[in-house]
């Protein structure tokens, strides 16, 4: 099984800074590799597929780069909706596996 | 609108069944790998089956090997999950999800195994 490891467990920054999520694999898993958003209370949702294709509805201050082992999420200017928990996924080997989430709170 | 809408959550008896439901509607169901993830109560994600397309093809994370079931019926574009032999560790939020990267979910149902 591949393990993924998302650091920081939690980030604080001030609204409007860039925030920068890590995501690692424990092997490579190519470029397939997702983020998730999830809000309290709510199902995740989709934010980056094949490490850096942003999903639908997702404005560009998102962007997903790396491949391999080395992941990255970056917020490029924090608005409120954004201060929530983000996962990475990998779904190139089974069993597809999660990331223990990274919180991004405010600073 | 394209929506997954599960059911059939509520509280069990440790070795106790449940059969979760997931509704779909607003795209080809027959068309994707289906889903289920679960999230116990605080804590991550965790991918639990998948299924292919036309039901050929089901696969399982170890811990429920043997104890759920995956199914599908594509004429009601729905997907199933049977859990039998249901633990303390199995409560969580049941998502059924869309894909192999998880486009769409559903809004969950939760399960509760406690005596």
């Known amino acids: 099984e591949i393990v993924m490891t998302q650091s920081p467990a939690t980030l604080s920054v001030s609204p409007g800074e860039r925030a920068t999520l890590s995501c690692r694999a424990s092997?490579?898993?190519?470029?397939?590799l997702a983020w998730y958003r999830q809000k309290p209370g709510q199902a995740p949702r989709l934010l980056i597929y094949?490490?850096?294709t942003r999903a639908t509805g997702f404005p560009a201050r998102f962007s997903g780069s790396g491949s391999g082992t080395e992941f990255t999420l970056t917020i490029s200017s924090l608005q409120s909706e954004d201060f929530v928990v983000y996962y990475c996924?990998?779904?190139?080997?089974?069993?597809?596996?999660f990331g223990q989430g990274t919180k991004v709170e405010i600073k | 609108e394209v929506q997954l809408v599960e059911s059939g959550g509520g509280l069990v008896q440790p070795g106790g069944s449940l059969r979760l439901s997931c509704a779909a509607s607003?795209?080809?169901?027959?068309?994707?790998?289906m889903s289920w993830v679960r999230q116990a109560p605080g804590k991550g994600l965790e991918w639990v089956a998948n299924?292919?397309?036309?039901?050929?093809?089901?696969y399982y994370v170890d811990s429920v090997k043997g104890r759920f079931t995956i199914s599908r019926d594509n004429a009601k574009n729905s997907l199933y999950l049977q859990m039998n032999s249901l633990r303390a560790e199995d409560t969580a939020v049941y998502y059924c999800?869309?894909?192999?990267?998880?486009?769409?979910w559903g809004q969950g149902t939760m399960v509760t195994v406690s005596s």
């Open positions: 996924q990998q779904y190139n080997n089974w069993p597809q596996t």
């Open positions: 999800a869309r894909g192999g990267e998880f486009d769409i």
């Open positions: 299924i292919k397309q036309d039901g050929s093809e089901k």
């Open positions: 092997q490579s898993v190519g470029n397939n």
């Open positions: 094949d490490a850096s």
């Open positions: 607003g795209f080809t169901f027959s068309s994707y790998w």
